[in-house]
C-alpha cells in the first residue's frame, strides 16, 4: 500500500547533539511537511517542500532545518536539540498544495 | 493565530451519533474546512472536508452553516474505535500555497 513512513519511530538523543528525523513517501506527492506536535498539543506546521522550493514558517526556531533529496524523502535536522524540543513529529504529504494531506505515524523525539 | 474554535472534550453513548462543534467565525470565503482525527500515538487521519455545501462520505457527514462561521462533523453511530482527538481545520490561502492550521481539538470519548 502506498503509504507515508517515518524512521525512527522513537529517538532519544542529548540536549545539544544533533539529531536527524527521515520521512518515506510511496505516494509520489508533490508536498512534503513537517509538523512539530507537543503533549496534549495540536500539530504545528515547521515548514514544507513543494517539490524542490522550501517554505518556513515564520516561527519556526532556526534550529530545525529540512533537506529534501528527491521526490520520495525529507529530513528534518535540530541542529542542537533542547529539552522543550521534546514532542512528536509529523511528516505528511499532499498531492498538491490545496489536497488532502496524508500523515506518517510520527517520530516521538526525546532529549535527554 | 487559531482560527478555529472546537470544546476540549465530549463523551457519546456507543451507537448514537457523534456530533462534534467547530466556530471558525473569521474564515474566509475560499478557505475550505477540513476534519481530522487522531488516535493516540498515531497520525492524524483525514476524515472530510468542504467550502459551503454539506458533505457526506462513508466515515461521516460534514453540516456547514450557511454564513460558513461554523460547522458540525457527524458520526453517525459511534463506535469505541471512534474514540479520538478530533481536530477542525481551516485551510488558509498562502503565496507559499495552502496551508492547514489545526484548532486545539475535541477529544471524543465512546462510551460502551
Known amino acids: 500500500d502506498a503509504m507515508v513512513i517515518q524512521n525512527p519511530r522513537y529517538q532519544v538523543t542529548q540536549f545539544g547533539k544533533p539529531v536527524t528525523l527521515s520521512c518515506s513517501q510511496t505516494l509520489n506527492h508533490n508536498v512534503m511537511y513537517w509538523y512539530q506536535q507537543k503533549s496534549s498539543q495540536a500539530p504545528k506546521l515547521l515548514f514544507h517542500?513543494?517539490?524542490?522550493?522550501?517554505?518556513n514558517e515564520a516561527d519556526t526556531p532556526d534550529n530545525f532545518q529540512s533537506r529534501r533529496p528527491n521526490t520520495s524523502f525529507c529530513f528534518l535536522d535540530i541542529r542542537s536539540p533542547g529539552l522543550g524540543d521534546a514532542a512528536m513529529y509529523l511528516c505528511?504529504?499532499?498531492?498538491?498544495?490545496?489536497?488532502?494531506?496524508?500523515f506518517g505515524p510520527g517520530t516521538r523525539l526525546t532529549v535527554l | 493565530d487559531a482560527k478555529t474554535t472546537q470544546p476540549p472534550s465530549m463523551d457519546c453513548a456507543e451507537g448514537r451519533a457523534a456530533n462534534l462543534p467547530c466556530n471558525h467565525s473569521t474564515i474566509s470565503g475560499n478557505e475550505y474546512v477540513y476534519w481530522y482525527r487522531q488516535i493516540h500515538s498515531q497520525g492524524p487521519q483525514y476524515i472530510i472536508h468542504g467550502l459551503k455545501n454539506n458533505e457526506t462520505n462513508e466515515m461521516a457527514s460534514l453540516i456547514i452553516t450557511e454564513d460558513r462561521k461554523s460547522s458540525t462533523l457527524i458520526l453517525p453511530h459511534a463506535t469505541l474505535r471512534d474514540t479520538a482527538v478530533y481536530y477542525c481545520?481551516?485551510?488558509?490561502?498562502?503565496?507559499?500555497?495552502?496551508?492547514?492550521?489545526f484548532g486545539t481539538g475535541t477529544s471524543l470519548t465512546v462510551i460502551p
Open positions: 481545520i481551516v485551510r488558509v490561502a498562502r503565496n507559499t500555497g495552502n496551508q492547514f492550521y
Open positions: 517542500y513543494y517539490d524542490k522550493d522550501f517554505n
Open positions: 505528511a504529504t499532499s498531492r498538491t498544495s490545496d489536497g488532502e494531506q496524508f
